[in-house]
Nanobody, 115 residues
Framework: QVQLVESGGGLVQPGGSLRLSCAAS????????MGWYRQAPGKQRELVAT???????TYADSVKGRFTISRDNRKNTVYLEMTSLKPEDTAVYYC?????????WGQGTQVTVSS
């Protein structure tokens, strides 16, 4: 079983920045992909960004050029650097990882972009 713990959410003004972190722990076999998803009120959960154990990175079109995902494989930790934040980025952000054949989710961290 793998546990994911997210941190770094909060309230920020439009145009501001936040950095989210997600650390995996427990009985880890081999984490291939780590990523971030978000869910705004009344909307479906959507992919924000993913990072493979190598250099593969994917981003949602809505965050390209503003968000950067990075990963520390030795620490089993993934980060999401968010800049130029907009009110529409407001959501609960969830971390997800794939370990072997299993997917695991974190509990989520709230990001609110508001003046």
């Amino acid at each position: 079983q793998v546990q994911l713990v997210e941190s770094g959410g909060g309230l920020v003004q439009p145009g501001g920045s936040l950095r989210l972190s997600c650390a995996a722990s427990g009985r880890i076999f081999s984490i291939s992909v780590m990523g971030w998803y978000r869910q705004a009120p009344g909307k479906q959960r959507e992919l924000v960004a993913t990072a493979t154990a190598g250099s593969g990175r994917t981003y949602a079109d809505s965050v390209k050029g503003r968000f950067t995902i990075s990963r520390d494989n030795r620490k089993n930790t993934v980060y999401l650097e968010m800049t130029s934040l907009k009110p529409e980025d407001t959501a609960v952000y969830y971390c997800k990882c794939r370990d072997g054949l299993h997917d695991y989710w974190g509990q989520g961290t709230q990001v609110t972009v508001s003046s």
